[in-house]
């Protein structure tokens, strides 16, 4: 298989739209590969590229202990989604699913203390691991990368909600 140098040396990427189709395909390879590599770096544990992911959004996207709704529409999937992970996070001992006091209706998702001292105990080693996948990168690259991904982000969530509403 060619690799991304040889890829790009073929193509004529002059044109901002060839760019673009690049790094759309791109961004989607780098996904798959570093949702396989932590896969990896966590199968030890049992937790998914998933789970690791929920459990980032409810600690840090979150002042309150959020619903299944609410972390469900935080990482773009569904309700159903959130309630499988968090149903497997539970029996792990990694999660709380309870019932709202006030609305018996709404699960609320409660990080527990094995987590956290999960956490604390792997911090160290986390914070490698994430230095590892930006290791060929200069300061200043990681600042204008990290401004970069906060603009795409905005718009992937400007385009996903827009094409939630088409289907209303």
């Known amino acids: 298989m060619k690799n991304s140098d040889e890829i790009i040396a073929e193509m004529n990427i002059e044109e901002r739209l060839d760019m673009e189709k690049y790094i759309l395909v791109i961004l989607f390879l780098i996904q798959q590969r570093w949702s396989y590599t932590i896969n990896k770096d966590f199968q030890k544990d049992n937790i998914t590229t998933k789970q690791w992911l929920m459990l980032i959004v409810i600690g840090t996207a979150f002042n309150h202990e959020p619903s299944m709704q609410e972390v469900a529409d935080a990482l773009s999937t569904t309700h159903q989604n959130v309630k499988q992970l968090a149903t497997r996070l539970e029996t792990t001992g990694f999660l709380k699913i309870e019932r709202d006091p006030k609305n018996k209706r709404i699960l609320r ?25 930006f290791k060929t990168l200069e300061d200043i690259e990681v600042a204008s990368l990290f401004k970069i991904m906060n603009k795409l982000e905005k718009l992937s969530l400007t385009m996903y909600e827009d094409a939630k509403n088409v289907n209303k």
């Open 109 to 133: 998702l409660k990080v527990t203390e094995k987590s956290a001292e999960y956490w604390q105990t792997r911090a160290s080693e986390h914070a490698k691991s994430i230095a590892e996948y």
